[in-house]
């Protein structure tokens, strides 16, 4: 087993499991299933402090990928827009924008007259 593995499966500290599992389940290296299941369990279950930090690092590769995935929840993607917007983050933001965009309807908003 990787080391990097062995610490994710032992560490109690989010930031460090945080790191190896976007490391390692976007690295596109080929590793034991049963592995890769638990790091896409652990980056769903932890999808808001995940997109703080793609935001941040303006990621635009990974915001992508994670779009791709499906993971970016309707009810979310409003927030991660404020988020970004709220840090200067002009890149992810607008991509968070035009995400949006494609993927939801006028249907889905409410429009108070």
Same mark, same amino acid.
């Given at each position: 087993?990787? *080391?990097?593995?062995?610490?994710?499966? /032992?560490?109690?500290?989010?930031? @460090?499991?945080?790191?190896?599992?976007?490391?390692?389940?976007?690295?596109?290296?080929?590793?034991?299933? /049963?592995?890769?299941?638990?790091?896409?369990?652990?980056?769903?279950?932890? @999808?808001? *402090?995940?997109?703080?930090?793609?935001?941040?690092?303006?990621?635009?590769?990974?915001?992508?990928?994670?779009?791709?995935?499906?993971?970016?929840?309707?009810?979310? @993607?409003?927030?991660?827009?404020?988020?970004?917007?709220?840090?200067?983050?002009?890149?992810?933001?607008?991509?968070?924008?035009?995400?949006?965009?494609?993927?939801?309807?006028?249907?889905?908003? /409410?429009? *108070?007259?």
């Amino acid at each position: 087993m990787d *080391p990097r593995d062995q610490k994710f499966l /032992e560490s109690g500290q989010g930031r @460090i499991k945080l790191d190896i599992a976007l490391e390692r389940y976007f690295s596109g290296e080929v590793f034991d299933e /049963e592995l890769r299941n638990r790091y896409e369990r652990y980056l769903k279950s932890r @999808i808001r *402090p995940m997109m703080e930090r793609l935001i941040e690092e303006e990621n635009m590769e990974l915001l992508t990928r994670t779009a791709k995935l499906g993971w970016l929840q309707t009810e979310l @993607i409003d927030s991660f827009i404020t988020m970004a917007a709220d840090r200067g983050r002009i890149g992810a933001m607008t991509f968070l924008l035009h995400w949006k965009e494609q993927n939801s309807s006028f249907e889905d908003e /409410e429009f *108070p007259f």
